[in-house]
C-alpha cells in the first residue's frame, strides 16, 4: 500500500528554521523519486526539492536552493526537508509526494507525481 505520512511545520519568525518529515511506505521507497512541493491558495503547485530514494542525487528550486536542504534517513525510510533562513514568501502547504519517474526533477515540474502526502502548513511571519 503506498502511503507517505508527514510530520512537522508550523509557525516560525523570519529568518528561523523548520523540518518537514515524510515517511514513506516500503512498497514506495525502492527506486522511486520523493519531492516536496508547496501550494498557496489561488496559486499553482510548485516544486520544491527532489531526491532519488537511496541515493544523494537531489534538486532544488531556485527561490530554496542553499536554504532548505532534503535528504533521507534510508532505515526509517523519512524523507526530510530542512528549511533554513525562512522568508514570509515560503509560507505554504507543503506536500511531500513520490513516484516511479526516470527524472524526478523534471516530473516534480510537469507535477506528475501520483503519490502523495497529507499535506502541512509553513507559516513564516514577519
Known amino acids: 500500500q503506498v502511503q507517505l505520512v508527514q510530520s512537522g511545520g508550523g509557525s516560525v519568525q523570519t529568518g528561523g528554521s523548520l523540518r518537514l518529515s515524510c515517511a514513506v511506505s516500503?512498497?514506495?521507497?525502492?527506486?522511486?523519486?520523493i519531492g516536496w512541493f508547496r501550494q498557496v491558495p489561488g496559486r499553482e503547485r510548485e516544486a520544491v526539492a527532489t531526491?532519488?530514494?537511496?541515493?544523494?542525487?537531489?534538486h532544488y528550486a531556485g527561490a530554496v536552493e542553499g536554504r532548505f536542504t532534503i535528504s533521507q534517513d534510508i532505515a526509517s525510510k523519512t524523507v526530510y526537508l530542512q528549511m533554513n533562513a525562512l522568508k514570509p514568501e515560503d509560507t505554504a502547504m507543503y506536500y511531500c509526494?513520490?513516484?516511479?519517474?526516470?527524472?524526478?526533477?523534471?516530473?516534480?515540474?510537469?507535477?506528475?507525481?501520483?503519490?502523495w502526502g497529507q499535506g502541512t502548513q509553513v507559516n513564516v511571519t514577519s
Open positions: 531526491i532519488y530514494s537511496g541515493t544523494d542525487i537531489t
Open positions: 516500503p512498497s514506495t521507497w525502492n527506486g522511486n523519486c
Open positions: 509526494a513520490a513516484g516511479l519517474l526516470r527524472d524526478c526533477w523534471l516530473g516534480a515540474e510537469m507535477d506528475t507525481f501520483p503519490y
